[in-house]
C-alpha cells in the first residue's frame, strides 16, 4: 500500500492488460472514511495520523493476490481488484468495511471510523481508466450522501445526481466567498405580552441560475464539502452586525451546528465578533442542539463555562426531537429551552402532545428556564400554549423569516390587532 494520486498498479496498464488476456473484469472501490475529520477534530491531528497507520495496516495484511489498495490523500483510499462477477466485488468491498468498521485503540481512548464506498466495473461501466476512477468516486459521493453502510455501484443517474451536487457544492463556495449569502429573521415573542424579545438569525442562499435553495438541501452540501464551519462563522458576524444597527435593543438567536461546537476555539471567536461588532453580549444567544454535546461531555462544559463566562445567553434548541435527557438539563446551564414543532403542530388536538408540552413547561418552571414553542401557525396553537403558560413562542402566527430590511415594517404589523391586518 502507497501514497500516490492514484493506484500504482492500475496505471502501470498491468490490471487492465490482465483483464483483457484473460477475459475477466476488474473493479475500482472508492474508499471516504467516515468520522475521520472528527477524530481529527476531537482528539488532534496526531490521533487520526495513528487512526491512518492503523487501518492501512490491517488492509495490507488482508489482500488477496489480486487486489491492491493505495491512499490517495487524507481519508481517501482506492481498491482495485480483478474479479468475475459483481458479488466478488461486493465481498472484496465488505472485507474492506469490516476493517474500518472494527475499533481503534488511539491513546486512551477507542474509536471506529466506517467508511462509504463506491465501486465501478471495467468495462460495465468505463472503459478509459480515468473515467473507471472517476465514476467509482461518484458512487461513493452517493453512498456517503445516502448514508449507505453497503458498497453502492456505478449507474448513469447517480453520476447525474452527484455531479448537480458537487456542482451546487462548488456554487455555494463562491457563493460564502463573494459574500452572496443572506440571513432571514423570524421574531420571537412574549405570549403573554407580545413584546418582542428577540430574531433568530436564518441562513439563506439565492442561487443566480436556480433561485432560492431550501437550507435543507445546502446545508447537507456544506457537511459534505467542509463549509459548515465558515458559514457558521459568516453567520455569527453578519447576525451580530445587524443587531447593533437594530433600534430595539432584543436579541439574536444564532445556530451553533455540532461541527463549529466542537472547536475549540469557538468561546475565542464569539469574544472576537461581540468586539468586532460591538453588541453587547447579552443580546446575544446561540441555540445548540443536545447532539452537539453528547459527543463528548467533559469538552462541552469546558466550552460552555467559557462562553457564559462572555456573558452570552445559551438556548437548548429542537427539544423533544433527539434524546431529550433530563440529565442535559441537569448537567449544562442553559437560559432557555426551544419546544420542538412537532409538539407544537397538533396541540389543539392531539392529548399527548399537549401533555408533553405541560410537561416540559412545568419542567423549565421548576428549573427556572424559560420555554419558548417553535413553529406556532394557527390563533388555536397560540390560545393553548398561552393557557398552559408558555414564556414565548416563534413561528409563521407571530412572523415570517424576512430579510433584514423588513423587520421594522415587520414590528409594526405584528403590533396590529390580527383583525385589522392587511393580508
Not at 244 to 260: E, F, G, I
Not at 317 to 331: C, K, N, V, W
Not at 352 to 379: F, H, M
Request: glycine share 8%; charged share 25%; with cysteine.
Amino acid at each position: 500500500m502507497e501514497n500516490g494520486s492514484e493506484p500504482e498498479l492500475f496505471y502501470s496498464g498491468e490490471v487492465l492488460h490482465e483483464a483483457r488476456g484473460s477475459g475477466r473484469k476488474f473493479a475500482v472501490i472508492g474508499i471516504d472514511r467516515n468520522r475521520f475529520k472528527e477524530i481529527n477534530d476531537t482528539l488532534g491531528h496526531s490521533a487520526g495520523d495513528e487512526a491512518l497507520r492503523i487501518i492501512s495496516r490491517r488492509m495490507a495484511q488482508s489482500l488477496a493476490g489480486d487486489e491492491f489498495v493505495a491512499r490517495l490523500g487524507g481519508d481517501e483510499f482506492a481498491a482495485v481488484k480483478t474479479c468475475g462477477t459483481k458479488s466478488e466485488v461486493s465481498a472484496f468491498a465488505d472485507r474492506l468495511a469490516e476493517i474500518f468498521d472494527r475499533p481503534i485503540r488511539v491513546g486512551n481512548m477507542e474509536v471506529t471510523v466506517g467508511a462509504s464506498m463506491g465501486a465501478a466495473i471495467w468495462p460495465d461501466d468505463a472503459e478509459a481508466p480515468d473515467e473507471l476512477v472517476n465514476n467509482a468516486d461518484l458512487a461513493m459521493y452517493h453512498a456517503k450522501h445516502a448514508f449507505l453502510d453497503v458498497p453502492c455501484f456505478y449507474d448513469p443517474g447517480i453520476g447525474a445526481s452527484v455531479r448537480k451536487r458537487r456542482q451546487l457544492g462548488e456554487a455555494l463556495r463562491h457563493a460564502l466567498e463573494q459574500d452572496e449569502l443572506t440571513i432571514h429573521y423570524q421574531v420571537q415573542k412574549s405570549l403573554s405580552t407580545g413584546e418582542v424579545q428577540g430574531y433568530e438569525a436564518l441562513l439563506r442562499w439565492t442561487h443566480p441560475q436556480l433561485g432560492p435553495i431550501s437550507p435543507a438541501e445546502f446545508i447537507p452540501i456544506a457537511e459534505e464539502n467542509g463549509m459548515v464551519r465558515s458559514l457558521g462563522v459568516w453567520v455569527l458576524r453578519r447576525a451580530c452586525m445587524d443587531a447593533v444597527t437594530w433600534d430595539k435593543l432584543c436579541r439574536v438567536a444564532v445556530n451553533v451546528s455540532a461541527v463549529q461546537f466542537m472547536d475549540a476555539n469557538l468561546p475565542r471567536l464569539v469574544h472576537e465578533v461581540l468586539i468586532e461588532t460591538g453588541l453587547p453580549p447579552q443580546r446575544l444567544e446561540l441555540e445548540l442542539t443536545e447532539t452537539a454535546l453528547i459527543k463528548d461531555k467533559g469538552r462541552s462544559l469546558h466550552i460552555i463555562g467559557q462562553i457564559k463566562a462572555l456573558g452570552v445567553g445559551l438556548a437548548l434548541d429542537d427539544f423533544g426531537s433527539g434524546y431529550s435527557s433530563l440529565e442535559t438539563l441537569r448537567s449544562f446551564p442553559f437560559d432557555k429551552i426551544k419546544l420542538d414543532r412537532a409538539f407544537v403542530d397538533g396541540i389543539e388536538q392531539d392529548r399527548q402532545s399537549k401533555a408533553i408540552v405541560r410537561a416540559v413547561l412545568a419542567l423549565g418552571k421548576s428549573l427556572d428556564i424559560p420555554v419558548l414553542a417553535e413553529g406556532i401557525e394557527t390563533d388555536e396553537q397560540m390560545s393553548v400554549l398561552r393557557l398552559e403558560g408558555c414564556d414565548e413562542g416563534q413561528g409563521y402566527l407571530l412572523g415570517r423569516p424576512s430579510p433584514m430590511g423588513n423587520l421594522a415594517q415587520n414590528r409594526e404589523q405584528s403590533d396590529t390587532p390580527r383583525h385589522q391586518r392587511v393580508a
